[in-house]
């Protein structure tokens, strides 16, 4: 059975840090290209970043010199650290093993002004 488990959401004031954890199984893992989406309320889900399985990264516009996607493939987890935090990365961030049909449950990222 797949699973994904995404970590290190939480509330942080703008211009702030978190860096976000998914630990997912081997088998989905190991072959895919590994992404953070993302979905704030009342707006459709969104890729952030994805990352090739040996470590290409590609970025949103929106994010670009700001957050870092990053894997270990000797843990099978995938990170996003995320700086310079603004109110518009307020969303649920979710991983997801691209060409799959599985989703994480989401870890909840809040930015306060």
């Known amino acids: 059975q797949v699973q994904l488990a995404e970590s290190g959401g939480g509330l942080v004031q703008a211009g702030g840090s978190l860096t976000l954890s998914c630990a997912a199984s081997?088998?989905?893992?190991?072959?895919?290209?590994m992404s953070w989406y993302r979905q704030a309320p009342g707006k459709q889900r969104e890729l952030v970043a994805s990352?090739?399985?040996?470590?290409?990264?590609n970025y949103a516009d929106s994010v670009k010199g700001r957050f870092t996607i990053s894997r270990d493939n000797a843990k099978n987890t995938v990170y996003l650290q995320m700086n310079s935090l603004n109110s518009e990365d307020t969303a649920v961030y979710y991983c997801?093993?691209?060409?799959?049909?599985?989703w994480g449950q989401g870890t909840q990222v809040t930015v306060s002004s």
């Open positions: 081997g088998s989905v893992f190991r072959f895919n290209t």
């Open positions: 990352i090739s399985r040996v470590g290409n990264p």
């Open positions: 997801h093993p691209e060409t799959s049909v599985y």
